[in-house]
């Protein structure tokens, strides 16, 4: 089993940036898919944006340019950056891992994107 804890969350203006970190009880080596999602108030759960370990990264269409997913294979993290934040960013991402078949999810830390 992976436990997933996130941190980084935070109020921010809109325009400003945030560094999320999401680590993992394990090593993330043999992780094949690590990811973020998040949830708006209203709205269904969304890919925000994954890496493999073969590093792949993919991103939804709202975030390219501006997000940046990375792995840390010495602290086992996978984290987010994320820049040129909207209020439409505003929502609770969740820490996502996938291997062979196994899915796991952090419980999730609040971005709030307002002035």
């Known amino acids: 089993q992976v436990q997933l804890v996130e941190s980084g969350g935070d109020l921010v203006q809109p325009g400003g940036s945030l560094r999320l970190s999401c680590a993992a009880s394990?090593?993330?080596?043999?992780?094949?898919?690590m990811g973020w999602y998040r949830q708006a108030p209203g709205k269904q759960r969304e890919l925000v944006a994954t890496t493999t370990s073969g590093g792949t990264r993919n991103y939804a269409d709202s975030v390219k340019g501006r997000f940046t997913i990375f792995r840390n294979y010495v602290k086992n993290t996978v984290g987010l950056q994320m820049n040129s934040l909207k209020p439409e960013d505003t929502a609770v991402y969740y820490c996502?891992?996938?291997?062979?078949?196994?899915?796991?999810w952090g419980q999730g830390t609040q971005v709030t994107v307002s002035s």
């Open positions: 394990t090593s993330i080596l043999n992780i094949y898919t």
């Open positions: 996502y891992s996938s291997t062979a078949g196994q899915n796991y």
